[in-house]
Every structure is written in structure tokens, then in C-alpha cells.
């Protein structure tokens, strides 16, 4: 059979993403790459909405539960996994399907991040003994470009991104230009298509999302992740679900106030990533309605690519 070309389906979390991709592999004869930097974990099963094991027999899913807790995975560790995933898919004939929500990855895969300066560990305890609004301040007068274009809600990308600084002496943003790709897909997607919901119709579904996952035991599964190297895990505590849940076991939260924070969290969490697919990718987006089936909408898909 033919190689065929893959496809990227993206969107914020709870759009949708993970059933649509479901259809489009059913009818088109796909395999399912993740492109989620915390389902690579094992264990990170429910505050991830993981695909379970029936969605993982019904379709052959990829770069899912492929490394420990105590394990570093990273962009560079993902790109290498995924360009053999969807090499060994194409030569079966058949398509390979790259669903997921996390940005970097993609950019990493589609564009390449290179190779930047090594961590160094006396830099990086420094800087995460720091608080972030310190921080924020030194990256806004280092290298004011970067600040106005990354997460500064997130403390592991604002400090790698001063840890670089300090270390080359140089702003960060003309040296992730220079970077060279590190490789390229075997054949580039034929479509990066994108779901978009209204923001009311999110916050229902995100909502609910939430509430099954404490309702199936995330505060027990995050106990029993705790005695697995969790909290050691710097990737993985950031996490929207498992930090609010370590904060309730620790008595900082009551469990009603959690379930409230994670919904806060997921629903900031959904406008950043929205925020960040706009400006960083050339996505062709589908409006879909809140009654929208998944079959349906792959239909449409797949006519789009």
C-alpha cells in the first residue's frame, strides 16, 4: 500500500480532540500519535484523560505511558519517538495521526528547537529557589522579546529560558532562531486542522472532565504516584490536577476548594494553548458546536485534508 501522508489534529484540552481522532483513524485506516507531554508517563493516567484500554484496542496509539515517573523525558526525546512511530505507521500503509494539545512538541516536530545549551545544575537550583515574579522580572529586562512571547505562567519554561541566558550570556530569543532543525517528518502533514469550541461550551465540557476525574479516584491515584517518585518528577508536577491534588494532601486545600482550582487551572490552561496555536502554527480551524458528533465531525475532516 501506499505511504500516506499524517495528519495533525490540535486544539485546547476537552475539545474533543481524542474522540474525533478515534473516527478519522477508524475511517481513514490511521494510527494515533499523542502529542501530550504528560502522557508519556505511566501512571499519569486520569488527571490526563489518557485513552483507555478499549479506545487503545479499538486503534493502535503511540508515545503513551513509553517512559517512569523517574525518567527526564523532553521536546528532543519526544521528536526522536515520534519521527520512528510515524515512519514505522507509513510503511504499513497506513496514516499516522498526531493528536494532541502540547505546543512545543508539535513546533518541535513540524520546525525543529536544535540543540540548546546543557542544563547546568548549580544555574537551575538558583533560579527555581527564586520566585517567579522575580524572575519574570529579570527575563523582561534580559530579553524583553521572550517575555512577551512565552508562557509566564509557567515556571519551567521561564526558567530554562534564564538558565540559557545566564549561561551564554546572550538573550534567548536570537539563539532559539539560529537553532537548526534537528530533522524533519519522512513526509510533511497534509493538513493541521484544529478544533475550536465556544469558550461556554468548553467550560461545560472541562468542567465535567474535571469532575469525573476526581469522581474515578484522582486523589487516590496521585496518592499511590507520590510513592513513585512524583513529587521528584519536575515535568510531571506540573500537571493541572496532580500539583491541586499534592497541595489537598499536604492540607492547603479543602477537596471541594481543589476540585474548583483544577477547574480554574484547566480552563486558563485551554485559553493559553488556544493563545499559543494562533501565534505559533497555521492551523485550519473547525467551529465546533456543543451537540457535535465525533463521527460526524471526522467526516467533515476528512474531506477537508
Not at 12 to 32: C, F, M, N, Q, R
Request: aromatic content about 4%.
Amino acid at each position: 500500500m501506499p505511504a500516506r501522508a499524517p495528519i495533525f489534529l490540535v486544539g485546547p484540552t476537552a475539545s474533543g480532540k481524542s474522540a474525533v481522532a478515534l473516527a478519522l483513524a477508524d475511517k481513514l485506516g490511521g494510527e494515533i500519535i499523542s502529542v501530550d507531554s504528560m502522557q508519556v508517563y505511566r501512571g499519569l493516567d486520569l488527571g490526563t484523560a489518557k485513552p483507555g484500554a478499549d479506545e487503545r484496542a479499538r486503534v493502535p496509539h503511540h508515545l503513551i505511558d513509553v517512559v517512569e515517573l523517574t525518567e527526564p523525558f523532553d521536546a528532543m526525546k519526544f521528536v526522536a519517538r515520534a519521527q520512528v512511530a510515524e515512519k514505522e505507521i507509513r510503511a504499513r500503509g497506513r496514516v499516522p495521526i498526531f493528536c494532541g494539545g502540547t505546543g512545543l512538541y508539535l513546533k518541535a516536530l513540524l520546525e525543529g528547537l536544535g540543540t540548546a545549551p546543557p542544563s547546568d545544575a548549580v544555574v537551575r537550583q538558583e533560579l527555581e529557589a527564586t520566585p517567579l515574579d522575580v524572575l519574570l522580572r529579570e527575563l523582561q529586562q534580559r530579553d524583553p522579546a521572550t517575555y512577551e512571547r512565552i508562557d509566564r505562567q509557567n515556571p519551567r519554561r521561564v526558567v530554562r529560558a534564564l538558565e540559557v541566558i545566564r549561561l551564554t550570556g546572550q538573550p534567548f530569543s536570537p539563539q532559539r532562531a539560529e537553532w537548526r532543525p534537528l530533522s524533519t517528518l519522512s513526509s510533511q502533514p497534509s493538513t493541521l486542522l484544529g478544533l475550536q469550541r465556544a469558550p461556554v461550551d468548553l467550560h461545560t465540557r472541562i468542567h465535567a472532565r474535571v469532575e469525573e476525574m476526581f469522581a474515578r479516584g484522582l486523589v487516590a491515584e496521585t496518592r499511590a504516584l507520590l510513592q513513585h517518585g512524583l513529587e521528584q518528577n519536575r515535568t510531571a508536577m506540573q500537571a493541572i490536577g496532580y500539583r491541586q491534588v499534592v497541595e489537598h494532601l499536604r492540607g492547603e486545600h479543602s477537596l471541594a476548594e481543589t476540585i474548583e482550582l483544577v477547574k480554574i487551572k484547566t480552563r486558563q490552561y485551554a485559553k493559553r494553548q488556544m493563545t499559543w496555536f494562533r501565534r505559533q502554527l497555521s492551523v485550519q480551524w473547525m467551529q465546533v458546536d456543543a451537540d457535535a458528533d465525533a463521527g460526524l465531525l471526522a467526516e467533515r475532516l476528512a474531506h477537508t485534508r
